[in-house]
């Protein structure tokens, strides 16, 4: 059964830093793109950044320039560096996958970490 499990969530004050780490388990014999996604309290998910197996890079405009996200083929795993944060960066951030297993390319999502920006 494939998971993807996310870490490296918290509190930190406007203009720090986290890095979100998720790690992809199971039966995989491929992934294509990996990618975060984020929701704030009351509104829609969104998507923040991706990287494919090629790894291409694109970013929201919203954290273009203080967010990197990077991947490691061989650990099937894919960070977001996040600098300068805001607190409108406040949210629960999703790990996100399209991944081959059990014989079929599916999309799988992570259960969420929580990061928050506050003083």
């Known amino acids: 059964q494939v998971q993807l499990v996310e870490s490296g969530g918290g509190l930190v004050q406007p203009g720090g830093s986290l890095r979100l780490s998720c790690a992809a388990s199971?039966?995989?014999?491929?992934?294509?793109?990996m990618g975060w996604y984020r929701q704030a309290p009351g509104k829609e998910r969104e998507w923040v950044a991706t990287?494919?197996?090629?790894?291409?890079?694109n970013y929201a405009d919203s954290v273009k320039g203080r967010f990197t996200i990077s991947r490691d083929g061989a650990k099937n795993s894919v960070s977001l560096q996040m600098n300068g944060l805001k607190p409108e960066d406040t949210a629960v951030y999703y790990c996100?996958?399209?991944?081959?297993?059990?014989?079929?390319?599916?999309?799988?999502w992570g259960q969420g970490t929580q990061v928050t920006v506050s003083s």
């Open positions: 996100n996958a399209d991944l081959f297993s059990s014989m079929s390319w599916k999309n799988y």
């Open positions: 199971g039966s995989i014999l491929s992934i294509r793109t």
């Open positions: 990287i494919t197996s090629g790894s291409a890079t």
